[in-house]
């Protein structure tokens, strides 16, 4: 199911909208938005919260679940004389190569979850990402006015 998960505007409650779903106010604090989730085979190239066209891809990877892995392999290392390790590893790399990406706003980061790839996206750029949050001028740019 093709979803777009954003932060309220207003409160910062985490909202979520499915393909298909009407616009709806926020369910924390009531103040109207006018996001929808895009269909489910639509090319995300622009953020369906804030219009914003800086986008970028990254895993939908949830850490704990590594570490749970890791977690699990260590505690049957006496029993299998540390292969178990080496499943892990290999369990890793499966489920690594089975989660799907998500497209994540620079702006607001609005996550896009469910949709195809957009060939024209790349992933996380802290060079990009910093212009967000610095502004246009990256820092140390206006050193040399001083
Ligand atoms: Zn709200
Ligand atoms: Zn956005």
Same mark, same amino acid.
């Given at each position: ?26 369910? $924390? ?16 190239? $622009? ?98 006015? $001083?």
């Amino acid at each position: 199911m093709a979803s777009v998960h954003f932060l309220c505007p207003q409160c910062e409650a985490r909202l979520g909208r499915e393909a298909g779903e009407p616009a709806r106010a926020c369910e $924390r604090c009531g103040a109207f938005n006018e996001v929808i989730a895009p269909g489910a085979d639509a090319i995300i190239d $622009r953020c369906a919260a804030c219009g914003h066209d800086q986008l970028y891809f990254q895993k939908d990877f949830n850490r704990k679940t590594g570490i749970a892995l890791v977690v699990v392999g260590a505690i049957f290392v006496p029993w299998t004389y540390g292969l178990s390790l080496l499943g892990v590893t290999i369990l890793d790399y499966i489920v690594w190569r089975m989660v799907k990406d998500v497209i994540v706003c620079y702006r607001c980061q609005a996550v896009h979850r469910g949709y195809p790839p957009n060939p024209a996206l790349k992933p996380f750029d802290l060079v990009v990402h910093d212009r967000h949050v610095y502004g246009a001028a990256p820092p140390g740019a206006e050193e040399g006015h $001083r």
